[in-house]
């Protein structure tokens, strides 16, 4: 079940990972990976498609009131996404980051990965008070260390930057 269908979880932001498509992660070394970062982190509904390639899985980060639902996409439609991206980035892009830019209309794979908060306290009339429980950090390790396993290039579409 995708976590936008639960109430106990609202959507923050996503993020992209692309990559070359000959790098896609195998489902049990992500999930190896991603065991190791924390042993907090709870996986749940990990897929793979027929030869053991990652497609999606849900991470729950309890600490952290703190949720990811992660997918992977790879062939034409990341293609010109990531063509188009890096056209956008290009006008924001530092002299260090020029290169990944660069990089990115070459990737034909894409891992996807929704942030969503878990709501604390709903109904109450201190939400406002509460409002800040979620930690970013989980977020911020995850996408490394899923970059890093796929050689991947990290952006952020909201604001049109690289991580």
């Given at each position: 079940?995708?976590?936008?269908?639960?109430?106990?979880?609202?959507?923050?932001?996503?993020y992209f990972i692309f990559f070359?498509?000959?790098?896609?992660?195998?489902?049990?070394?992500?999930?190896?990976?991603?065991?190791?970062?924390?042993?907090?982190?709870?996986?749940?509904?990990?897929?793979?498609?027929?030869?053991?390639?990652?497609?999606?899985?849900?991470?729950?980060?309890?600490?952290?009131?703190?949720?990811?639902?992660?997918?992977?996409?790879?062939?034409?439609?990341?293609t010109e996404q990531a063509l188009?991206?890096?056209?956008?980035?290009?006008?924001?892009?530092?002299?260090?980051?020029?290169?990944?830019?660069?990089?990115?209309?070459?990737?034909?794979?894409?891992?996807?990965?929704?942030?969503?908060?878990?709501?604390?306290?709903?109904?109450?009339?201190?939400?406002?008070?509460?409002?800040?429980?979620?930690?970013?950090?989980?977020?911020?390790?995850?996408?490394?260390?899923?970059?890093?396993?796929?050689?991947?290039?990290?952006?952020?579409?909201?604001?049109?930057?690289?991580?």
């Amino acid at each position: 079940m995708s976590l936008f269908e639960s109430d106990e979880y609202q959507w923050r932001e996503t993020y992209f990972i692309f990559f070359s498509a000959d790098k896609r992660p195998r489902a049990d070394k992500l999930e190896r990976v991603l065991r190791s970062m924390n042993a907090r982190y709870l996986l749940r509904d990990l897929r793979t498609d027929e030869n053991g390639d990652f497609e999606s899985v849900t991470v729950l980060s309890p600490d952290d009131y703190a949720a990811m639902d992660i997918t992977c996409t790879v062939g034409d439609e990341v293609t010109e996404q990531a063509l188009e991206m890096a056209t956008e980035l290009k006008t924001t892009a530092t002299k260090d980051q020029i290169d990944l830019v660069a990089r990115i209309p070459k990737c034909s794979g894409r891992i996807e990965v929704y942030h969503f908060e878990q709501l604390v306290f709903v109904g109450s009339e201190a939400d406002d008070e509460f409002d800040d429980f979620m930690d970013p950090g989980a977020l911020l390790v995850v996408l490394q260390q899923i970059a890093d396993l796929c050689d991947g290039i990290v952006v952020d579409p909201q604001s049109g930057s690289l991580l």
